[in-house]
């Protein structure tokens, strides 16, 4: 059997770094919205759980944001659904992006 050595050992953690748990860690990365991808209820949930006809009535459908949800629709950053069995889909990053811009403006 080894030898077991014991010590204490100070380590200066940078003022710009933070120590936090696995498990905060791990919450913080499952909040993360880059290169994930939301469906039309995970979308429903960052707005506050607003109903789906919520959703198009004030954005994807509405008349004002018409042009950026098209562009979206055209970078392949929406994709519509074209019926049953055909969900919406978002790249959350654009979409998170978009909803910041545009929060005041949202009937909530």
Avoid: C
């Amino acid at each position: 059997m080894g030898q077991t050595i014991e010590a204490k050992v100070a380590i200066q953690v940078p003022d710009s770094f933070e120590i936090v748990s696995s498990d905060e860690l791990s919450d913080l990365r499952s909040q993360s919205v880059v290169g994930r991808t939301w469906t039309m209820n995970d979308l429903r949930d960052w707005l506050g759980h607003k109903q789906a006809v919520w959703v198009k009535d004030n954005i994807l459908y509405n008349p004002r944001y018409s042009k950026d949800i098209q562009a979206m629709i055209n970078h392949n950053e929406i994709r519509e659904s074209k019926g049953n069995g055909s969900p919406w889909l978002f790249k959350a990053s654009t979409m998170a992006a978009w909803l910041d811009k545009h929060w005041e403006e949202l009937p909530w």
